[in-house]
């Protein structure tokens, strides 16, 4: 009677696993590592039957882990028409491509898409309702900025979400305003909900397509365990759940119920299997750096005057986690601002003194322009982040140059500094922010080049290793599944990323 | 390098797969059978890490696997009050159980208790608001009927549920009324949420106690997974997730949302891990044949002209049904009476009609007076049935005498008709309307004795395999789960309850 089903040999393994750091081969019985190290010593594992895989030297590492992303949106996206940058240039290049996806749509049927970037444009502006009028005015569109945090709508959309000249900005949101008051088209925050919330986020065929399309995606950089870090229609769960049912999705989903949209589900974090599961409830504290609503202390650079938005004001935030925290949930806030980022602790501080509770995990997203004094707060009150790493290389100039300024933009994500703290982090994509590529973002964190090829912040610059840990074992951590994932240890599931180079060597 | 964690040797394991049925050994490795066969055969997988555990010539079957109880109200009923038969034989004991503990609850508090079964007290009536204004007047009292489909409340809870005697009778239910048409304080179906909706089903420390214990009685009767048939309150998800966390529930749960109380839960059957998982979507289109309210198409024995209760109208049902069938989920519907078999076949029919679907598993619980053309037509439509085979010691001598009539009452639970029909069906207790004792269960089914010594319908006996088989291969069918449960094989979960004595040859 023989045990392993499969045997990879002539590997490189680094698992990841302190007592155990390096192998030569791995055995695995029903999806389950029972064997890790040299050949000779797995041999009595196998058998006539045991499927011998010689990976020819390969570099192995455990699969990657996004803890924060958003498939499905993701996925749509990679089918919907490309308004972003590079593919568009200017504001004409976007009406262009939404003229000619109106031509072919029926009239009334609604257009939408996701990825502008108006800092990137030739116009440097944002899109109004007049471009999008340009585009059509027999059709409804409504595109998201590439941050998600702005939209904008032709008047179709804003006729059809029934805004009218007298709309009142939401609590956390904000219409903005021609001269004579009327909406612009272009909404920030929580009046992305008022205008986009009327339309089905996408029909379902679509979003099992995107399900498809993302998982699809995921395996091919070697991604092999996804979060949805805000399920944000009730429909995204069955795509899901359908999707891993029938295999189209096949990469080990975690699911963040998004608070505004989660219903009165009375389940919470922990609840699933290996394929599917619920993590933490998620919340939104502000919005994004390059869209001026993350929610800072001191004002932009360019900007003095602004401060960003409390999407959540501070108040109702400590109201929202302690509840949350104490019916059990892990809690996830989103904050890039440093103003949040202090909301957002003050929220954990109080929820953990009114409901003390060991081993929370709860987590700080994104957290870009933490400070050294809330790293420390961080580390002593036990909050882990998921840093969104990617923005160095992708927004990093702009923060530097225009956003933020040379002190706090050089010190965005300051990886070093969370590890100094010994603060448990991740990194993370956020796609369809920016594209989901873990080795890419392991080279952003180690290396701090920005798409203009300077170098940002060079003190700040991640350790290999740690970089490492940020897409394996820490993402298991911050995710709470290290007992299934991120080291090749015995009873850990046999979850694999094979190289061909090693992120350790070059 | 070792594998097995675990070897249990010298036992005689009756396997329930049918290519190995008998071993004398088996052995696990974290949970999960990795050999099961000779002793001789499995040494290979031991080493001198393996704990061995000697059986001492034991039987041993796959762990039990309950598929229609109600887990944490049989757990809180376990510490509550005890109104039912034999602890009370008269109404007056009733009063004096309740007087009791009113004595020692702080005036106003609500006092709930399950159990009291009118046919077998000498005054053999239903309890009256009066009854239980002689207990107290001072603290709202709830009373359920041992079927849970009846209730009893005193003038301060009806008071408390805003009833007064121009109250009107729910959709599918009833007030039974005093002469005056007052409310007389029974209430049967849909009108028990009416006036027991208004109390949470237990506080929490009470839902939580009652979880441990029935995880504790599920143990000592070889039950290693439990169904809860119908979660009855949002809350009930909390406490299961946190009785599973902590280790005060011990067995293996699997939950049925039941649909009045499931609000708009966005997942479906299938979500979860070994310990915690979401079953079937649950609807009753009945009530109980000793409560009178069971749907029968022909009258009761003793009542000609009452034929029960439809607690979901059949076109309801039908729209109900294919709903939850549209989204994927697995549908149980209770279903005791005739009328109420062929409503649920008729819903079943049309869901399958509208949307076609392989291996939908859709199941009749209880099924109890089910006709040959119902079976024919279950088998016909692949449905599967959960079968209340205690009520044949229980209730059996008055469903023959008193409610149902000599046919039909000896037919009660046609174990050897579902056999010969081919359909999987698999048994069950109901508690706390039964007590949950599996090999009680498996005794009245293939015995058919009554609780008065009779042989009840003979010709219905099951034989013992397949009696077995309704709590361990049958019963993972039924509950989707068969991947890992019902039987001894290589792979599945390592659940074992040891007898000291072996059903097949007793």
Chains 1, 2 share one sequence.
Not at 300 to 306: C, E, F, N, W
Not at 429 to 436: A, E, I, Q, S
Request: proline letters at 5%.
């Amino acid at each position: 009677m023989t045990i392993a089903d499969r045997l990879f040999t002539n590997g490189s393994f680094h698992t990841l696993d302190p007592d155990n750091p390096i192998a030569e081969a791995l055995a695995s019985w029903r999806g389950r590592i029972i064997g890790v190290g040299a050949r000779v010593d797995l041999e009595a594992l196998t058998g006539p039957d045991t499927e011998v895989v010689d990976l020819g030297g390969a570099t192995v590492l455990p699969g990657f882990i996004e803890t924060h992303m958003h498939p499905i949106a993701a996925g749509v996206q990679m089918l919907a028409p490309q308004i972003g940058y590079p593919d568009c240039r200017t504001v004409a290049d976007v009406i262009s491509v939404l003229r000619e996806v109106a031509s072919s749509t029926p009239v009334g049927k609604p257009i939408q898409s996701w990825g502008y970037d108006d800092s990137l444009m030739v116009d440097d502006r944002h899109l109004t309702r007049h471009d999008l009028n340009a585009a059509s005015t027999e059709h409804p569109i409504f595109v998201r900025h590439i941050s998600g945090h702005l939209s904008y709508a032709n008047d179709r959309m804003l006729e059809l979400a029934g805004i009218t000249n007298d709309v009142e900005d939401p609590v956390g949101g904000l219409f903005q305003r021609e001269a004579s008051g009327r909406p612009s088209g272009c909404m920030e925050e929580t009046a992305n909900f008022t205008v986009g919330g009327i339309l089905p986020f996408a029909e379902p065929d679509v979003l099992a397509a995107g399900a498809r399309a993302i998982s699809d995606h995921c395996l091919g950089v070697g991604v092999t365990s996804m979060t949805d870090a805000a399920v944000m229609a009730t429909e995204m769960y069955a795509t899901y759940q359908e999707g891993i049912d029938d295999r189209s999705i096949r990469v080990r989903t975690r699911l963040f119920p998004g608070w505004r949209f989660v219903g009165d589900l009375p389940l919470r974090t922990g609840l699933g299997g290996d394929m599917l599961s619920i993590g933490a409830l998620k919340f939104v504290s502000d919005g994004s750096i390059q869209g001026y609503t993350a929610c800072l202390c001191k004002g932009y650079h360019d900007r003095p005057d602004a401060n960003g938005t409390e999407v959540i004001p501070a108040a109702e935030l400590i109201q929202l986690v302690t509840e949350a925290h104490r019916k059990g949930w892990q809690v996830a806030v989103h904050a890039n601002g440093d103003q949040a980022i202090d909301n957002t602790l003050d929220a954990f501080e109080a929820a953990l003194e009114a409901h003390p509770r060991d081993d929370h995990r709860h987590r700080i997203e994104h957290c870009q322009t933490v400070r050294e004094d809330q790293l420390e707060r961080m580390a002593r009150l036990g909050v882990m982040a998921s840093v969104f790493a990617n923005h160095i290389w992708y927004w990093g100039d702009r923060h530097r140059d225009r956003f933020l300024g040379p002190e706090r933009g050089s010190r965005i994500d300051p990886l070093a500094s969370f590890t100094e703290h010994g603060i448990v982090h991740a990194l993370h994509c956020d796609m369809p922010v920016t594209p989901l590529d873990p080795l890419f973002t392991i080279w952003t964190a180690v290396n701090r080049i920005t798409r203009d090829g300077d170098l940002l912040g060079p003190e700040q610059r991640a350790r290999v290793a740690d970089a490492v840990a940020g897409y394996t074992s820490a993402a298991a951590i911050l995710n709470m599944e290290e007992h299934d994932k991120g080291t090749l240890e015995v009873g850990k599931l046999a979850d694999l990323v094979v190289l061909d180079a090693d992120p350790f060597t070059v």
